[in-house]
């Protein structure tokens, strides 16, 4: 049954010879990170001051950032509804009121906070921008397949080691590498002004630099134990900003960059971003401007409501741990930036596939049964 199933979806994929790193650079939006605000009574006109700051950066397009206020007064009554922001507010052992709460997009599930500190200049303005995503958004504008962070484990000849190999992989990738072939469709057709290649780098980020702790903290976050590992860390960040499962120490080898490089690069058969592994990070960045065609802004597409249909092309990458379960299953979800697409009746192709599933999953029985017959 599991295999008619997968093999059911599989039949759904949408044919599409545009690159997944283009695809994604193209048509994917950021989802939103959420930003909580504590703060008990009515915040100093200096506070207000920043909050207004921060409040007009996200109003700007492209900006994946949702704000929230919370007055510590309104838990001070345990009730069921907020149990959520209570849970949240007492894992700040440390909080000085006001304090910010960042955590992941919400259909991650992963409650556990990326980064938390006061309500000062330097920590908001830390929060949407630093040096190495000020580089990695250049990058990745100018048509990069992907730029691979290297989270330094802080021991020089290890991470040293790791940045060689990743360098020297991917300078053959560069010239082995093939793109697909884009046909007249308008399913193929390129969006954006930037030139379509294939082209890799490295960015490092110390682990300990006090202007990449919010990048560190998106990065580290995202799987239970990799804040405690002391290996050096590999993240391969494509589109605008998603990033894949890591590559983690002995785990950095040629065939592993190979398949994560093989799959960014193949045609993108699956056009729904939640469909896709990775997840995004928060930066600060004019997108439509920066892809811009002649000076007409680019718009994502609303990824979500697309429908895929046809064969996949899958392709094998890393795989990763599970993410944290949430601390309550009454934790607030704020809205992004995305409408999520209602569901539709099944469609011929549906049909199709699932009589193919029963088919191979006849055939593959068949190949598991024989064997048996004859030892």
Same mark, same amino acid.
Request: net charge negative.
């Given at each position: 049954m599991a295999l008619g199933i997968a093999l059911a979806g599989a039949a759904l994929a949408h044919a599409c010879n545009v690159p997944v790193f283009r695809f994604a650079l193209e048509r994917w939006r950021p989802d939103a990170y959420r930003l909580t605000l504590f703060h008990r009574g009515p915040l100093t006109a200096s506070d207000r001051e920043l909050m207004q700051s921060l409040a007009g950066t996200i109003e700007k397009p492209n900006n994946n950032l949702a704000i929230r206020t919370i007055d510590v007064t309104s838990l001070d009554q345990p009730i069921e509804e907020n149990s959520a922001e209570r849970m949240l507010l007492a894992a700040q052992a440390s909080a000085s009121l006001p304090w910010l709460v960042l955590q992941y997009p919400p259909y991650l599930r992963i409650e556990v906070p990326?980064?938390?500190?006061?309500?000062?200049?330097?920590?908001?303005?830390?929060?949407?921008?630093?040096?190495? +995503?000020?580089? #990695? %958004?250049?990058?990745?504008?100018?048509?990069?397949?992907?730029?691979?962070?290297?989270?330094e484990s802080g021991q020089p000849d290890r991470d040293n080691a790791a940045a060689d190999l990743l360098a020297a992989e991917l300078r053959v990738l560069e010239k082995e590498l093939k793109l697909p072939e884009l046909?007249?469709?308008?399913?193929?057709?390129?969006?954006?002004?930037?030139?379509?290649?294939?082209? !890799?780098?490295? #960015? +490092? =980020?110390?682990?300990?630099?006090?202007?990449?702790?919010?990048?560190?903290?998106?990065? %580290?976050?995202?799987?239970?134990?990799?804040?405690?590992?002391?290996? &050096?860390? =590999? !993240? &391969?960040? !494509?589109?605008?900003g998603r990033v894949l499962l890591p590559l983690i120490g002995a785990g950095i080898t040629p065939k592993n960059i190979h398949d994560v490089s093989e799959f960014l690069v193949g045609p993108c058969s699956c056009q729904v971003k939640e469909q896709n592994p990775g997840f995004d990070l928060l930066i600060s960045a004019d997108w439509e401007d920066a892809l811009s065609q002649h000076g007409v802004p680019l718009t994502a597409t609303e990824t979500r409501s697309l429908k895929p249909a046809?064969? &996949?092309?899958?392709? &094998?990458?890393?795989?990763?741990?599970?993410?944290?379960p949430p601390l309550t299953a009454s934790a607030p979800v704020l809205p992004t930036n995305e409408s999520t697409a209602a569901a539709t009746p099944p469609t011929n192709w549906f049909i199709a596939g699932i009589a193919l599933a029963g088919v191979l999953a006849i055939i593959l029985l068949g190949a598991v049964v024989r064997p048996r017959q004859s030892a």
């Open positions: 990326v980064w938390a500190g006061p309500l000062q200049q330097g920590t908001v303005s830390q929060l949407l921008e630093s040096p190495v +995503r000020s580089e #990695l %958004v250049s990058r990745l504008a100018d048509g990069q397949t992907a730029v691979w962070l290297l989270l046909s007249s469709s308008p399913d193929d057709e390129l969006l954006a002004a930037t030139p379509l290649k294939i082209a !890799f780098s490295i #960015l +490092r =980020v110390p682990r300990d630099a006090a202007d990449e702790q919010a990048l560190a903290g998106m990065l %580290v976050r995202a799987e239970p134990d990799l804040a405690d590992r002391t290996d &050096p860390i =590999v !993240f &391969p960040v !494509f589109g605008r046809g064969p &996949p092309q899958l392709v &094998p990458i890393p795989s990763g741990s599970p993410p944290l």
